[in-house]
């Protein structure tokens, strides 16, 4: 039984614990050298107990990779056993399937000692600006292809670097110093961890943290429990699709088995795995499946292992949402973004009042443009602009807003700094929310240019051409996504391509889906969004019936 705390102490603790993950990732922020970390949020922090069991995340972190991470620290555990740890240590990794699904994260675990023993684990993961092969992109056939894997390894051992790894690793990308100071910043945020956990245990007299976890994932399970026992048990399905990759149309089916205070779900009758890095590793689909729950069923509780265990996902081996190694995955997330909406529509007959539309933004749209600049540096710069949120049973659909991750924008000034590329609009896109009672959020339209006298590389990673995000009870689909050269060209929507000096890119990021029938939407509201310039007025009169 976990150790008896008082709900006014737990809190109180639980709440330290997270400022503690909120000062490791603000540690992260400030000293990592790309704009993936430092504008777009691409990362995580979480503190663990001995046993790998996750205590508390940072507020603004990625959902799957705190999910993840636990999972990996215990991998881990299994190569490196407790007792070898030391003071100082920091152990790496990005293999797909032991972490969080593609090669670009890189996970960093580092041990707490507390009275000369090992208490807990601090770890984060990081988007890296480059891990070399073909860097980040949805074309190649086999993970070898995608760039350099990393099994878990000693990055630092008491403090002293692992020369050898890094070296190697500086040896295999093309923006070394963004890459190699990525990790140094990391290893920085595990350090802040460590530090502030071994004071939080001498001010509050804890041995360790093992009790301390114990009752705070009770507490979240319980949580997530009473929540899931609130549904009418049952087996609910839906069926979803996406373009996928050429012909090969990604189907999602999904059934949501509610028996009491658990849930299962599982993704039987999902696409066999392809020859393309779409593939979603089982661990990315777990963690893209509990999440999107915990936000519609137990908002408000903070997450930690015990969110999920009342929550069991399966998907059968070698499709797309569970292939088997070495199937390229590097583009993991437009698979798994799907997941949240495929489950919302199996359980929006049950908790309509609960569950938003599809997201325009799910999945993510990324442009990544590598080259090199006018004075011989290399570059490799990645978009992280999104579309618009599905609609609430209550509100309009957010514009331009990720779900289910949350990786942002950032800034354009800092994206046109470090890379010669100019962002010529970037604006809201005119009727890209899908029509309902309560209408979809709106994508955006990107217009890049390249500057500079040599062409560069541009990935695409992209969705929602074929099939825009649908809308739900009722609401209608929103805007699909359009990619497009100046000269009216389209260049293939997941694969790598040639940019020459002076060519302009146009992105038009997909809108999310409607709520609820488009007839019953408030008059003002469509008022409003004619002059807002939100809508036009022949969508108007074509959606609405709205003649002024």
């Known amino acids: 039984m976990p150790d008896a705390f008082d709900p006014i102490t737990l809190e109180i603790y639980w709440n330290r614990l997270i400022s503690i993950a909120d000062e490791a990732a603000t540690g992260l922020l400030r000293t990592a050298f790309s704009t993936i970390v430092r504008e777009s949020n691409d990362f995580a922090t979480v503190l663990m107990d001995a046993q790998g069991n996750s205590v508390s995340e940072n507020t603004g972190g990625i959902a799957s990779f705190s999910c993840i991470l636990p999972k990996t620290t215990r991998a881990f555990l299994d190569k490196f056993p407790a007792e070898t740890w030391r003071p100082g240590d920091a152990v790496l990794t990005n293999d797909p399937w032991l972490a969080t699904g593609h090669l670009p994260d890189f996970t960093v675990v580092s041990p707490i000692f507390h009275q000369g023993r090992l208490v807990g684990f601090a770890g984060n993961i990081s988007h890296s600006p480059d891990v070399g092969g073909s860097l980040w992109s949805a074309d190649c056939r086999e993970l070898f292809e995608e760039g350099i894997r990393v099994p878990p390894m000693r990055l630092l051992r008491e403090g002293a670097w692992n020369e050898v790894l890094t070296e190697m690793l500086a040896g295999n990308v093309r923006v070394p110093r963004q890459t190699l100071g990525d990790l140094e910043a990391q290893v920085i945020a595990n350090d802040v961890a460590v530090r502030r956990v071994a004071e939080f245990l001498e001010d509050t007299g804890l041995d360790d943290l093992q009790g301390l976890s114990a009752a705070l994932a009770e507490r979240a399970d319980r949580a997530m429990r009473r929540a899931i026992a609130e549904l009418p048990d049952g087996t609910y399905s839906s069926v979803i699709e996406a373009d996928g990759f050429d012909e090969n149309i990604t189907r999602i089916a999904c059934t949501v088995t509610v028996a009491g205070e658990t849930m299962h779900i599982d993704y039987a009758g999902t696409s066999a795995q392809i020859d393309r890095g779409i593939n979603c590793v089982l661990n990315y689909t777990h963690a893209y499946s509990v999440y999107p729950v915990k936000c519609a069923l137990d908002p408000f509780t903070p997450r930690n292992e015990g969110s999920y265990q009342a929550i069991t996902v399966s998907a059968p081996e070698r499709s797309i949402l ?40 799910a999945p993510t749209m990324r442009a990544l443009f590598s080259g090199r600049k006018q004075d011989g540096d290399p570059f490799s710069q990645v978009l992280f602009a999104s579309g618009g949120m599905g609609a609430a049973p209550h509100k309009d659909g957010m514009a331009t807003t990720a779900f289910p991750t949350n990786v942002g924008a950032g800034s354009i000034e800092a994206y046109e700094s470090v890379a010669p590329l100019v962002v010529w609009t970037k604006r809201l896109r005119t009727d890209s929310g899908g029509a ?18 040599a062409p560069a590389r541009l990935s695409l990673l992209s969705d929602r051409h074929d099939h825009p995000a649908g809308g739900v009870l009722g609401g209608l689909p929103g805007a699909p996504s359009v990619i497009r050269f100046a000269d009216g060209t389209k260049p293939h929507p997941k694969s790598r391509t040639s940019v020459a000096a002076g060519q302009r890119v146009t992105l038009l990021y997909a809108g999310g889906g409607g709520y609820g029938d488009p007839g019953a939407r408030d008059p003002q509201a469509v008022r409003q969004d004619l002059r807002d310039g939100y809508i036009s007025a022949e969508a108007a009169r074509r959606d609405y019936g709205f003649e002024g």
């Open 436 to 453: 309902g009672t309560f209408r979809g959020g709106l994508g955006q339209e990107v217009e890049i240019e390249l500057r500079g006298g």
């Open 322 to 361: 569970n292939p088997v190694y070495p199937a390229p995955c590097s583009a993991r997330q437009l698979t798994g973004h799907l997941l949240a909406g495929a489950i919302y529509q199996a359980l929006a007959p049950v908790m309509p009042g609960k569950i938003i539309a599809d997201c325009g933004g």
